[in-house]
C-alpha cells in the first residue's frame, strides 16, 4: 500500500484517436480522510486546488506533446 494524504485516490488517463490527433481525458476520484473535518476541507480548498493542479498540469502535457510534434515534422 502506497501512503498519502488521502484515504483513497484513483487517476487514470484515457487516450483516444481522433481525426485531428489524440484526445487525452483524465479521470480523478479520490476520498479525503478525517471523516466531516475532512468533507469540509474538501468543500472548502481541496477539490479548488486538485482541479486547479489537473487543468495547469493538463496544459503543461498538451503544450509538450505539441512542441514534440513540431519538433517531428
Known amino acids: 500500500m502506497i501512503r498519502g494524504a488521502f484515504r483513497s485516490l484513483r487517476h487514470v488517463h484515457e487516450f483516444d484517436p481522433t481525426?485531428?490527433?489524440t484526445r487525452r481525458s483524465d479521470a480523478f476520484?479520490?476520498?479525503v480522510p478525517l471523516?466531516?473535518?475532512g468533507r469540509l476541507a474538501d468543500v472548502v480548498a481541496v477539490k479548488r486546488?486538485?482541479?486547479r493542479f489537473l487543468?495547469?498540469?493538463?496544459?503543461t502535457?498538451?503544450?509538450l506533446a505539441e512542441d514534440a510534434?513540431?519538433?517531428t515534422r
Open 19 to 21: 481525426d485531428d490527433g
Open 29 to 31: 476520484e479520490y476520498e
Open 35 to 37: 471523516g466531516p473535518l
Open 49 to 51: 486546488h486538485m482541479t
Open 55 to 59: 487543468v495547469q498540469r493538463n496544459a
Open 61 to 63: 502535457v498538451k503544450s
Open 69 to 71: 510534434a513540431k519538433r
